[in-house]
């Protein structure tokens, strides 16, 4: 296998049905390297499901999405590049945070598992509990461990689903570095949140969803509540 | 890459179970006592119908192995771990694989203790001919696992599972606990007959070979919504 680079992605009229409901509906947009692309909406936007067809873990009912010029049937060419932090965590409780990350890195192909899986955990702050099973961690500590498992193999593309989830204030700011750090690293970062305040000043371009449509589309975003109350409605706020 | 990714799997589902022991308890459980609650009620004064030690053997695994499948699928659907196993650029045969090899070596465990319970709670002779024995169960546990794997992960977002999984599951496989209970009959007999034995030995074989492929061809699609 061998893993493909793009610069790009880009979503062309994608819409997903799930039965009759239309969770999805004609999302069109694209993001390029060094890019951070916020989702903004209420719960039930289709901010989780836009991000699972951007994965390849869901097909669109209709439309394409394309990463640079290639489909998803690039297959495990394409995963080996992207990184995603659900809202679930993807973790084993039962393992500690070291094994879960070394499991992870075997599996996404990396030669030295064992020193990724230690660097990543020295990244996240948490070094001295490597050896603790994720189950004992807080909510913000196994976040932490989460993303590193995401990021573990440098992704071109990096979806990360409400990513300051349970984060305490230091952890938040390392989280915002970490991610310009990837801003910088010509990585297509593209964060669905629901935390506006911290989407603040972070966002290179933020997009409004509403009951599966893009309601707005704004770049180099500022005054986000505004906005977000504007074309949202005061109620999701 | 293939075989790294089974053997990874493998490797955390054991240890997983190692720290947990909740599949293996669990599993050995139900087993022993489903051997036992038939061994109350079939064997007397000492002796079982021919045949008997067979069909509880069999029945015993069946059941045991619906238990663990459900529950080591179960486990990656809490954390949705099955998701990120299927976001790896691993193929995703090998996951199928690595599940399955890890529920195989759970019910050889319990096997290798549902054995030698059933020989000697119903006398029967299993163990007259070992190798025989441990091919006919390691067929039919394959068979049996392999089908329950798939479908096993197919229903894993089903809100249903718990009762579609045996549902789908045991018609399917009746042809293993046909050839599986036959074949050990054949086993116990105190006039050994090889060739009746290779003959659902054979069968055992061939399920064994239709069902995986079937399994490593469907996987994929099925699992991608």
């Known amino acids: 296998m061998t893993a493909l680079d793009f610069d790009e992605i880009s979503a062309e009229d994608v819409s997903r049905n799930f039965g009759r409901r239309r969770a999805v509906s004609r999302i069109t947009f694209r993001a390029r390297r060094g890019t951070i692309l916020g989702l903004l909406g209420p719960n039930g936007a289709g901010k989780s499901t836009l991000l699972a067809m951007l994965a390849t873990v869901l097909r669109p009912s209709a439309g394409v999405i394309r990463y640079g010029t290639l489909g998803t049937s690039a297959g495990p060419a394409l995963r080996a590049r992207i990184g995603v932090l659900g809202h679930d965590l993807f973790l084993y409780p039962e393992l500690t945070a070291r094994e879960n990350l070394v499991f992870f890195a075997g599996l996404y192909g990396l030669a030295d598992a064992d020193a990724r899986a230690r660097g990543a955990l020295a990244k996240a702050g948490l070094d001295t509990r490597s050896e603790d099973a994720v189950a004992g961690f807080s909510r913000g500590m196994r976040q932490r461990v989460a993303l590193e498992r995401a990021l573990i193999h440098d992704p071109r593309l990096a979806l990360l689903d409400e990513p300051f989830t349970g984060l305490d204030d230091a952890s938040t700011e390392l989280l915002v570095r970490r991610l310009r750090d990837l801003r910088e690293g010509g990585a297509i970062v593209i964060v669905a949140t629901h935390d506006l305040d911290l989407a603040e000043g972070l966002l290179d371009r933020a997009i409004f969803l509403r009951d599966g449509r893009i309601v707005q589309s704004v770049e180099s975003p500022g005054a986000l509540r505004a906005t977000y109350r504007r074309v949202i409605g005061r109620a999701g706020a | ?225």
């Open chain 2, 1 to 225: 890459m293939m075989l790294r990714a089974i053997w990874l799997i493998v490797r955390k589902d054991l240890t997983v179970e190692v720290r947990s022991r909740e599949l293996a308890y669990t599993t050995l459980f139900f087993a022993v006592s489903c051997v036992l609650v038939f061994a109350f009620s079939l064997v007397q004064e000492g002796r079982a119908a021919e045949g008997v030690g067979a069909g509880v053997l069999w029945m015993a695994i069946m059941f045991a192995g619906n238990l663990a499948l459900g529950r080591t699928f179960e486990r990656e659907r809490q954390s949705e771990t099955l998701r990120a196993l299927m976001l790896v650029p691993a193929p995703r045969p090998a996951i199928y694989l690595g599940k399955l090899a890890g529920i195989v070596v759970l019910l050889a465990l319990t096997e290798a203790i549902l054995v030698p319970l059933v020989a000697l709670l119903f006398q029967a002779q299993l163990l007259a001919h070992p190798f025989w024995l441990a091919a006919v169960v390691a067929t039919g546990t394959l068979g049996f696992a392999a089908v329950g794997t798939l479908f096993a992960a197919m229903l894993v977002r089903a809100r249903s599972r718990d009762v579609l999984l045996p549902v789908l599951l045991y018609p399917i496989t009746v042809p293993v606990l046909i050839a599986g209970v036959r074949a050990t009959v054949a086993i116990a007999q105190p006039d050994f007959e090889a060739e009746v034995v290779r003959f659902w030995l054979a069968l055992l074989v061939a399920f064994d070979v239709v069902f995986i492929t079937l399994a490593l061809w469907t996987f994929e699609p099925v699992m991608t919504d």
